[in-house]
Each structure stands twice: as structure tokens, then as C-alpha cells.
């Protein structure tokens, strides 16, 4: 009678051997100096090279634009040019955003104002309370379960309120917008564009969004819409450093003794660019597309 044990012996070392001499080979094939990866070869698709930090390469005399250079906010360009920065700070950009805690109040309340609105099968109300605002959103259709109401307390309010404002509520660094806006020109609270609220009642925000209404966030490598805290690192508003570059270096020098002489390269001043330049300034938020594609 055969050995079970010697019958599984004979067939598995045979196999064992052939993988052996199958790997030997694989390797000396690969590891001689002749062979040509697939990668490598006259059939290899080409690669871009990675594109280069336009802030090391470019050719410019400004020095603040280079990596490492801080921010400041506009508190420390008011010491020198309250008149400029108080003119800002009355135009619409720089008023793009603010903490509803301590946000101008433009908006309205009541049936006037449409604060409860009905949206397809759901209804959306505008609370206001003394320290926040809260948006709340009820399902009022047919469902074969109970959907529970939401209740987003609002943190940021986007927009001047010359067309009208989006709000953003934040959940454990992450950023949403809310699908209700206040639409200034008609004085009323409705559903904000784009929103499906079959599909969401929320909508991520990007740190893509965020560039372009406020000064400066921080987004968390790795993930869409979540952000490290505090949010607003410094102020809320788009402030002077969007157009004029970070000020650390130039704040420094100007608080040094001494007259400046000739122009100054510690901090980006428009009026000395190329016309092509001071309008690539505008265009970082200006000029929109169907679509954005990366290069």
C-alpha cells in the first residue's frame, strides 16, 4: 500500500522545482545589461516631467514670491497705508467672507424674505439666533422610512452680499456648503445653484473653493475637503497679500531705519509688472471656464 505522505512528495516537489528554475532564469534575464525594461523601450510611452515651482523658477526681481516667505494680514499694511487698506476693505473683494459670528447683517427674516422655503420634497428654513445662524432641512414627502431633519449650524458666510451670500458649515475640519444662499438683489432666501437635494444636502468644499473667496486655509494632504484648524489661519476676508504676495520680508525692512532707494523688491507691487502679469493677478480667480483640467 503507498504512503500517502511519499505520494504528496512526488508531486509537489517536481512543481516546487520547476518554479525554481523558472524564477533562476527570470532572474538572470532581467539582470543582464542588454535587456531593455518594457518602460525603456523604443514602444515606452513619454512622460511629462514634473512641472517646476514657478515660484523658484521664474524670473523676477521680487523676493517675497520665493518658498518660506510669511504672511502677516492686513492689520500689519494698515500701520502704513491705512487709506489704501481702508479703501479695500470697502470693495466688494474685501469683503468676500466673513465668520457669521461677527458678520455684517444684510440679510432678512421672515415670510417677506422667504426664511422657510419649500424646495421639491423637502423645506428649508433660515433659523437666526443670537450668537449663529442655523440652516435646517425637513424631508416633507412620502418615504417608506422616517428621514431624519438636519440642523447645520453656519459657520462662514461667502460672498459680500452685493449679489448674495453661500454659507459654510464645518464638521471636524471639514468644509460644506449649505443649500440655502441669500440672494441680495431680491432680498429673499433660496435654494443655492446646483443643488440636488435628492442626491445631497451638502456639498464638499475644495480648498480649490476656498482660494478663491478667502485669504488663506490650509488643506489636510490626502483628503477633499478637510482642512487644519484653525481654519482661518489668519483673516477670513481675501486681504491685500492675494495680489501683493505674502508681506513678512517687506514688513521687516520697512521696519527697519533707513530710506529705500530705488524700487522695492521685498513685495510684489502691480503697477511695475507687464500688463500681461498684472492681469495674470486677476485671472488667478477672474477667468473661468466649462472646466478645469490639470496639466
Not at 121 to 139: A, C, W, Y
Request: net charge negative; charged share 20%; aromatic share 6%.
Amino acid at each position: 500500500m503507498l504512503n500517502p505522505a511519499s505520494v504528496q512528495l512526488r508531486v509537489v516537489l517536481p512543481v516546487l522545482a520547476t518554479l525554481a528554475i523558472v524564477v533562476l532564469v527570470a532572474t538572470w534575464y532581467f539582470s543582464r545589461s542588454d535587456v531593455v525594461p518594457p518602460e525603456q523601450g523604443p514602444d515606452a510611452v513619454a512622460h511629462d516631467p514634473p512641472t517646476p515651482d514657478p515660484r523658484l523658477v521664474f524670473d523676477t526681481p521680487y523676493r517675497n514670491v520665493k518658498p518660506g516667505v510669511g504672511y502677516v494680514g492686513d492689520a500689519s499694511c494698515a500701520g502704513c497705508h491705512p487709506q489704501i487698506t481702508d479703501s479695500y476693505h470697502a470693495h466688494p473683494m474685501g469683503r468676500s467672507a466673513e465668520l457669521v459670528s461677527e458678520a455684517s447683517t444684510l440679510e432678512k427674516y421672515g415670510a417677506a424674505a422667504h426664511s422657510t422655503f419649500k424646495a421639491g420634497s423637502f423645506e428649508l428654513q433660515v433659523e437666526q439666533k443670537p450668537s449663529e445662524q442655523v440652516h435646517q432641512i425637513r424631508f416633507s414627502g412620502e418615504a417608506p422610512l422616517v428621514v431624519p431633519e438636519l440642523s447645520l449650524p453656519v459657520r462662514v458666510a461667502i460672498g459680500s452680499g452685493t449679489r448674495g451670500r453661500s454659507y459654510l458649515t464645518a464638521e471636524h475640519g471639514t468644509v460644506w456648503q449649505t443649500p440655502i444662499s441669500w440672494f441680495g438683489p431680491q432680498e429673499r432666501w433660496d435654494l443655492s445653484p446646483g443643488f440636488k437635494l435628492g442626491k445631497s444636502v451638502k456639498r464638499a468644499i475644495t480648498g480649490d473653493c476656498l482660494y478663491c473667496h478667502v485669504d488663506h486655509v490650509d488643506p489636510v494632504p490626502g483628503t477633499d475637503n478637510q482642512f487644519r484648524e484653525p481654519l482661518f489661519p489668519g483673516q477670513v476676508a481675501i486681504g491685500c497679500e492675494r495680489c501683493h504676495g505674502p508681506g513678512e520680508l517687506h514688513v521687516a525692512e520697512r521696519s527697519l531705519p533707513g530710506e529705500l532707494m530705488g524700487m522695492d523688491t521685498s513685495i510684489v507691487n502691480p503697477k511695475h509688472l507687464s500688463p500681461a502679469l498684472q492681469l495674470a493677478i486677476c485671472e488667478q480667480c477672474h477667468l473661468q471656464g466649462e472646466e478645469r483640467v490639470n496639466r
